[in-house]
């Protein structure tokens, strides 16, 4: 098991088997999967942690809750929650299938949100059909998907943000940038294989993957999102120099995204 669960693991007092004991069987094989934010060098110390239990029917049971494609049982292990999600392998393989012939009105963010956390998650019965599920979801499918989202929302505040510049709200305008910014950085990390869609998380996995980005990217993110002065002197120039940086990473992002679908 990683080291990075296995520590996580210690550090709550809980276990595996703990998780076993507390799920709801089924004669049938079961895929279980264990995610925390910690698996990505996220989270914090209150991060609980998320399982998913995958077989051909979802058993029957008492649930906390019940989703669109799934069911909920809620459980507490020494003072950590645990939201334990049961799928059926046909909603799966129906997800997947969507995400890997690109059909982007067909899969929903959490279903992708869903989809990356099997992707980095770990394990705690090795068998076939965990196995069976990782070889399914394809890197390249969801690095697509996430890179359109992510631009989707880019794009449309950076739209915003240069018609507001245009009509001198510089104000304004830069606030709709900023969020255009963070959007284009969960852009550029997607491309660079981080697909993680908690927009929280951008900046971090972005700063925290610096070799992957040239000092002078770096230096200017820093300038422009996190150690920036601005004034009512250099607001109007702030701004301006600011959409430029967007614009740059967004068509980069865009060109790359399209270079790889030839």
Not at 203 to 223: A, C, G, H
């Amino acid at each position: 098991m990683n080291k990075i669960l296995t520590d996580r693991f210690e550090e709550c007092g809980i276990s595996p088997s703990d998780i076993f004991d507390r799920l709801i069987k089924s004669d049938e094989e079961q895929a279980i999967f264990v995610y925390t934010s910690h698996l990505e060098g996220l989270g914090t110390k209150s991060s609980d942690f998320d399982v998913y239990v995958i077989s051909e029917n979802i058993p029957d049971g008492e649930f906390s809750r019940n989703e669109a494609n799934s069911k909920v049982q809620t459980s507490i292990i020494n003072g950590k929650m645990l939201d334990i999600e049961y799928w059926a392998m046909e909603s799966i393989e129906k997800i997947i299938f969507n995400l890997n012939n690109l059909h982007y009105s067909s899969v929903s963010q959490d279903e992708l949100k869903f989809l990356h956390r099997l992707k980095v998650s770990e394990v705690i019965n090795e068998n076939n059909l965990n196995t069976k599920i990782k070889s399914m979801i394809k890197q390249r499918s969801l690095t697509d998907f996430v890179v359109n989202i992510y631009l989707i929302a880019a794009n449309s505040d950076l739209q915003d943000a240069i018609a507001l510049y245009e009509s001198q709200e510089y104000t304004c305008a830069l606030n709709c940038a900023r969020r255009s910014l963070e959007s284009a950085i969960g852009a550029l990390n997607a491309k660079n294989g981080f697909t993680n869609l908690k927009r929280k998380w951008a900046s971090k996995i972005f700063l925290d993957n610096r070799k992957l980005e040239s000092k002078l990217r770096i230096d200017q993110y820093l300038k422009y999102q996190i150690y920036c002065h601005i004034d009512k002197e250099n607001i109007k120039l702030f701004v301006g120099d600011m959409l430029e940086f967007i614009q740059d990473i967004v068509s980069e992002v865009a060109f790359k995204k399209e270079g790889q679908d030839d």
